[in-house]
């Protein structure tokens, strides 16, 4: 189950002047767990857009579930740029089935995810509102104007050594996609025509543009070696 993670700045309670969007995608691994970039959120991400003194964030699923997201819910592992979100209850109450694949060269791919609220991105449709205590909150949602599905092969693995504004990776295994895209895709599942997860969205080139050349996911037995995941 996938969802957009999605991130609003607002000010004094009813205020009109609120922004937000989406920063990427998280996809569950089971019902109480998802998993994402550690680049996108993680501890150090919970503070307002420049100009405002609050923000929230929230994880909106495929099947139209509005979950808040909590600072103390997530547990980062940056050395692989991937943060869990763990919720003590339920969320997802479906079925999941997830198994782990280890990639070869030209493995064919699937990669579904959602598009970052950037210039010449397509504009998530969202309405918010207010609550009782003043608190702002999404009401509703679609999803389908900022869905992303694009399929390839695995081009090459490779060690990387990559230090950017946000990522710093040593030695980490990288699977290179036949592929460009767009921002947001960090986070998605990268997985085969069964459904098994070839690892975790991380990073595009060039860094520094909106639309990328070439895509890259940290393979899932990097992820398992590096963290408490499992699959």
């Known amino acids: 189950m996938l969802a957009a993670i999605f991130k609003a700045s607002y000010n004094n309670s009813m205020e009109n002047h609120v922004i937000g ?44 579930q509005i979950v808040e997201i909590k600072k103390d819910y997530l547990e980062s592992f940056p ?31 699937i990669l579904k995810g959602f598009l970052a609220s950037v210039p010449s991105n397509p504009s998530l449709e969202v309405s918010m509102g207010w609550d009782e205590n003043g608190e702002i909150f999404v009401d509703q949602f679609n999803l389908n ?16 050594d990559l230090t950017t504004n946000d990522i710093r990776f040593n030695n980490i295994k990288c699977l290179k ?3 460009g895209g767009n921002s947001g895709l960090s986070g998605s599942p990268l ?41």
């Open 21 to 64: 969007g989406v920063l990427g995608t998280a996809f569950f691994i089971n019902n109480k767990t998802a998993l994402t970039a550690n680049h996108l959120i993680n501890g150090d991400s919970f503070k307002p857009n420049d100009g405002f003194l609050f923000c929230r964030f929230w994880l909106l699923l495929e099947n139209g």
């Open 177 to 179: 996609l036949s592929c």
């Open 191 to 231: 997985m085969n025509d069964n459904g098994e997860i070839f690892g975790v969205m991380s990073f595009g080139l060039p860094e520094d543009t909106i639309k990328k050349d070439s895509l890259f996911a940290v393979s899932i037995d990097e992820i398992e070696k590096n963290s408490n995941i499992k699959i």
């Open 79 to 109: 050395g692989v740029d991937v943060t869990k979100i763990y919720f003590s209850s339920d969320v997802y109450e479906g079925e999941l089935n997830y198994k782990k694949s280890i990639a070869n060269i030209d493995n064919k791919f």
């Open 145 to 160: 104007s900022v869905i992303s599905e694009q399929q390839g092969i695995i081009e090459s693995i490779n060690i990387c």
